[in-house]
């Protein structure tokens, strides 16, 4: 408790009780004194509002600056994504074009081959790549920081959009290389060099008689005239089924090309190639003889088709 004295009246006295020593202490305050101790009072106040205003602030900041390290953190692990995905689309667009290169080469070879053989290959449908990339247009924007997650979420669509186009074109770009390869191995196993290069002296129906007894048939081959020795090649890719000796045709080679092509050499001088020997186109399988029914040196050469032989001259197309 506290008031004024009646002696002055210019001063506090205040009184503190005791009740354990029962005894009362008396302190006077001047008035200039406790102006200057609630002056220190106020001030005092004012700074702990202060500080404790400072803090809460600081506390605020904290909270904000973990979000917004866990949202760099987030961005950043975003963009790793977004990094990885654009490293396999780089990879597998390099990929597409060399596959693109590679077919364009292969179609290259099969207009050479087409140019210098005779053959009516099966046509099969293909899926031509004639869709074109869509393209980008540059947007100038500023993009505010609570759009980064909409426009990267949007990249991976983008590039979701984007792989899966290129994994269709690489796709189409497998079955036009697979039909060009097909193409291609048609033409090579279709008979078209010249086994030797000579004067054909008998075609491809003509009459020939059997024997000395008068009897005929029509002949199922041509015969070309060559000196004894000549080198005969392998007018296309096959393997060899027979080389041995036949009756008729003396020294004899038979090749099976594929795809119901088959060619058959006789009278040769020899060979040097046996049954079961994969050949190439041009490669030499023996040379030119009179073994055999013959009346000089030329190559008995046939060409059968599924079976059935036909006339070998629309087939010899390539000069070696």
Known sequence: ????????????????????????????????????????????????????????????????????????????????????????????????????????????????????TKVTPVTKKAHLLTNKEPSFSAEQAFILDRERSRLISHLHQRLLELRKKALQREQNLKELQGLIGAQKSILLSTPSLWPVLGRITSGFGETRQIDASGGTRPHRAVDIAAPVGTPILAPAEGI??????????????????GYGFSTIYGHLQNFFVKTGTRVRKGEAIGTVGVSGNTNGPHLHYEVCLRGSRVDPFPYLTQLP
């Not at 080389?243 to 045709?249: M, S, T, V």
């Open 240 to 257: 060899v089924r027979f080389a041995g000796w036949g009756q008729e045709y003396g020294r004899l080679v038979c090749i099976d090309h």
């Open 1 to 116: 408790m506290f008031g004024k004295t009646l002696s002055d009246k210019k001063c506090y006295s205040f009184l503190i009780l005791s009740p354990k020593a029962a005894k009362v202490n008396r302190i006077t305050i001047a008035p200039p004194l406790l102006n200057v101790l609630a002056v220190f009072l106020s001030f005092a106040f004012l700074l702990y509002a202060y500080i404790l205003y400072d803090y809460m602030m600081n506390r605020r900041n904290i909270v904000e600056l973990q979000k917004l390290r866990i949202d760099t953190l987030s961005q950043r692990t975003e963009l790793g994504h977004l990094g990885e995905k654009i490293a396999t689309m780089e990879e597998q667009a390099h990929k597409v074009q060399t596959m693109e290169k590679q077919a364009i080469k292969e179609l290259g070879e099969v207009k050479e081959l087409k140019k210098t």
